[in-house]
């Protein structure tokens, strides 16, 4: 069967960026800077961003367009006859992990943004009451548990559509509407008396707030925000035809996200400081902090709608980047049909979720290697799968790979002049700069 490919330059970007735009934009990096210290860590973040992780997403890219192959298929035909494919298989199986936790919160989203549809949020609702209403949601049984089956059965339809008309097309109507709701929310919350300061918070940096912890939370979150390290990229690099611009479309996908994490960032912090609230409220943020500004504020019922629809959109278009990882392996490698490898994936992805989703309840006391299930898995995958994903894939570029077939790969077999002149400043950074960098932040994982 013929592969299928993405149809052009603006569907390799849909694709791309709808994989890393998700909730990592929208739920993960506004905590974050919360956390961190403003604009202090967003500092940071670029650098990491755009010099450490680019070039990375620019190798996973190669990877897959060079061998026209599913993440473990590809270092089978790359390097053939050697370990490498462990790697593959590791690739294959981490965003499984993600997509089963990633679709629990996805399921949070639908309910969400089922109560905001029935002005749960409105009329002075106080922050106590939606503290408790998150409580009782997420440690019931039922309703986390339905709206994850029905967020990862929304992931489902389109992976069976397929590349061309499921993943491209979607995003080629999603990621515009999601910019523009984004945009929608920026302009409410930065109007709102007292929102300058939150303006402040995100924009002049204090870099006295830098160390080690900062460090290492916004390599972290680079990481996730691109989706790098599990075989995402590397898969839908290998649906991008052998004429498009592999180092620009992958950084244009970093700009895209950027510019939505700090859209989202102002969307959020200037309301939480309008409102006289803690920015360091964590993982609650968006599900306990946010209610609250949208039932105090006026317009909030309309806003807090379009938040929620634009979570789910986000956290669509990304995890159908990480259910199309285990779809092209099955399709590939085990010469399933998409259908029958769409429900694969759904049962396993279901059936760990299901576990997740059930650890903030009935299964909180089960512990694994002292954390619930759904914190294990993402501990697992993002503290130690990702990252160790990403070192050895930068090593198999720099390293395993001929700098030919690199070179081949960035510049189109020479043909793009501009991307001739940075190679040598690229390869430098994926051979030394980013194996080295990630090398150190994977360690400190286990050091802090
Ligand atoms: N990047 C997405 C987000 O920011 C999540 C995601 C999609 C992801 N694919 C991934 C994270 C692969 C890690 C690895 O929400």
Known sequence: MERENFGNRFGVLVAMAGSAVGLGNLWRFPYLVGSYGGAAFIFVYIIFAFILCLPILISEAIVGRRSRSNAYGAFKKLAPGTKWKWLGAVSVFTPIIVVSYYSVIGGWSLEYFFKACTFSFTGGTTQSELGS???????????????????????????????????????????????????????????????????????????????????????????????????????????????????????YTAVADFLFAMIASCAIMPAVFAFGLNPQEGPGLVFQTLPFIF???????????????ALIVAAITSSISLY?????????????????????????????????????????????????????????????LMPLGGLLLVLFV????????????????????????????VWFLIRYVCPIAVLVVFLSAFIF
């Open 133 to 251: 209403m998150f409580d009782n949601f997420i440690t019931s049984v039922w309703a986390p548990l339905f709206g994850h089956t029905l967020f990862l059965l929304l992931t489902g339809i389109v992976i069976i559509a397929g590349v061309k008309s499921g993943i491209e097309k979607f995003g080629k109507i999603m990621m515009p509407l999601l910019f523009v709701l984004v945009i929608i929310m920026a302009i409410r919350s930065m109007t709102l008396p007292g929102a300058t300061e939150g303006l402040v918070y995100l924009f002049k940096p204090d870099f006295s707030k830098i160390d080690a912890s900062v460090c290492s939370a916004a390599l972290g979150q680079a990481f996730f925000s691109l989706s790098l390290g599990v075989g995402t990229m590397l898969t839908y690099g290998s649906y991008i035809k052998k004429s498009e611009n592999l180092a620009a479309s992958s950084t």
């Open 295 to 309: 039932s105090n504020m006026t317009m909030g019922g309309i806003i807090a709608i379009i938040f929620f629809l």
């Open 324 to 384: 199309e990882v285990g779809v092209a392996y099955l399709v590939e490698e085990r010469k399933m049909s998409r259908k029958w490898s769409s429900a694969v994936v759904f049962v396993v992805a279901w059936v760990m979720g299901a576990l997740c989703s059930l650890s903030f309840g009935p299964l909180s006391d089960v512990h694994i290697l002292g954390q619930t299930i759904f914190n294990f898995f993402d501990k697992l995958s993002a503290n130690f």
């Open 398 to 425: 720099g390293w395993k790979m001929t700098k030919a077939d690199v070179f081949d790969e960035f510049t189109n077999g020479g043909t793009l002049s501009a991307n001739r002149r940075i190679f040598n400043f």
